[in-house]
């Protein structure tokens, strides 16, 4: 399972980008906005210039034919940038567009097999589960992932599965178990992932037991 940072902060991009262990970034508009740019343009060269792998960028209308022209616009910024279309009639219609013209969309915002099945069929290169959402109301986010992965698998269909909406560590655990390609986490989880208090123990008894022999 590769792992995306989810976020729109240029620093934790580049801290990802040196840790070795980032090779791809999601964003949304809630993300940007949370970063206080309305240049949402020049955030995202930015960091699809830091990350040389996918980096998805939302539209921001719900207008067919404005979605259609704001994701061309997107897809121009930049080599690498991957547009995150919600799945809806109208979401559909725009990601069958875009797949014919290779034009690579992330159907987002998906709570349903059935979502994701249609996002597949429609041509999208990547889907992506909302986990935490869906935990969030008492459902299995997991669970949801764990079935696309099965269904995709059971048909051959080429779209990677982005288990996104990740709160914590175990989520990540959880998706790399159900065969998830890709989980997008946020910053604080990705440094969650790399801590273990028996690394940071060991590490410390360690340098303790050369100090006896160093200081003779
Ligand atoms: C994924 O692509 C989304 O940006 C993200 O995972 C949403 O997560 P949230 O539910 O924490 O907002």
């Known amino acids: 399972m590769r792992i995306f940072l989810d976020t729109a902060n240029v620093e934790q991009v580049r ?10 970034v999601t964003t949304n508009p809630s993300l940007v906005s949370k ?13 699809c210039a830091i990350i040389s792998g996918p980096v998805s960028v939302e539209v921001l209308t719900t207008d067919k034919e404005a979605m259609l022209a ?9 080599t690498n940038a ?10 559909l219609e725009v990601t069958a567009a875009l797949a ?3 034009i690579k969309v992330n159907a987002t915002l998906c709570f349903s097999l059935n979502q994701a099945l249609l996002a597949a069929h429609a041509g999208a290169a990547y889907v992506s589960p909302f986990v ?12 949801l992932v764990a079935d696309i992965v099965a269904v995709y698998r059971d048909y051959d269909l080429p779209t990677e599965v982005i288990a996104a909406s990740i709160r914590h560590p175990l989520h990540c655990v959880t998706a790399a178990k159900a065969g998830a390609a890709i989980a997008t986490v946020p910053y604080s989880v990705l440094l969650q ?15 303790a037991d050369w100090q006896k022999v160093a200081k003779k």
């Open 15 to 24: 801290h990802g980008a040196r840790l070795g262990v980032v090779s791809g």
């Open 35 to 47: 970063e206080g740019s309305s240049d949402y343009k020049a955030v995202i060269k930015e960091i």
């Open 70 to 78: 704001q994701a061309r616009e997107m897809a121009g910024w930049a």
């Open 82 to 91: 991957v547009i995150k279309i919600p799945i809806t009639a109208d979401g």
């Open 100 to 102: 014919k013209e290779s």
């Open 132 to 143: 935490g959402r869906l935990d969030d109301i008492g459902h299995d986010g997991m669970a």
């Open 193 to 207: 992932m790399i801590q273990h208090p028996l690394t940071d123990i060991g590490i410390a008894r360690f340098l």
